[in-house]
């Protein structure tokens, strides 16, 4: 009588959390997408004014510790959109204002900020993010934006797939349901990096 060999599972660790360190002069601050044209819709399961407010209160932490901050943009023109054959897409509400690509003013940008402007979800593909970030000698981002499922998830996957260390402002970020936000950070983000709250990153940094 032959025997087999159980299946292999892959079982969910819940570890204690992991103690957030940050060296001030290996981390960055990436901003994701808090520009007028989509930071004006509702956000869950923290509104877009709450991750805008957040979001900012992170870039002036970072830039009083002289820490360097990206704020990155999405701009795209019809021959620049992505078209994919797919079952469902992004449908525009109206046609896009002219401010439509410009920062939130809580967020900047200020003068020592690094501008990345991207035509896709993701920051770094077919962007200068990652040139930027190993030429400064940068190993570590802080996180957030919007939507937690879409550019902040397709910006972690990129910076975890190219060795950076990754801390996530979790109530700096929000998707369009608590749903999807919350998959996103139990699921993915807590097996790529840490997720902290923004007090918890400022507290940190000491300011």
Known sequence: ??????????????????????VKLKTALV???????IAQFPTEPYD?????????RLADAFRKNNMTVFLVHVVMGD???????????????????NDWA????????????????????G??????LELQMRRRGLDTIVLCGISTI????STA???????????????????QTAEAHNNSVNYVFKRMGRVRSTQEILDVLGK
Do not use: C, H
């Open 157 to 175: 996957r990129f910076a975890y797939e190219y060795g950076f260390q990754l801390i996530f402002a979790e109530d700096a970020m929000g998707a």
């Open 31 to 37: 901003v994701i997408d808090l520009q007028k044209g």
């Open 123 to 128: 920051a770094f593909y077919g962007t200068e």
């Open 1 to 22: 009588m032959s025997s087999s060999s159980p299946p292999t599972t892959f079982v969910s660790a819940s570890n204690p959390p992991t103690p957030l360190e940050v």
């Open 102 to 121: 410009e920062f939130m003013p809580e967020i900047g940008p200020r003068e020592s900020d690094i501008i990345i402007t991207k035509k896709q979800w």
């Open 48 to 56: 877009s004014k709450t991750v805008v407010a957040n979001a900012a």
């Open 79 to 97: 021959a620049d959109r992505l078209k994919p054959v797919s079952d469902a897409s992004f449908q525009m509400r109206g046609p896009p204002q």
């Open 150 to 153: 879409y550019g902040v998830e």
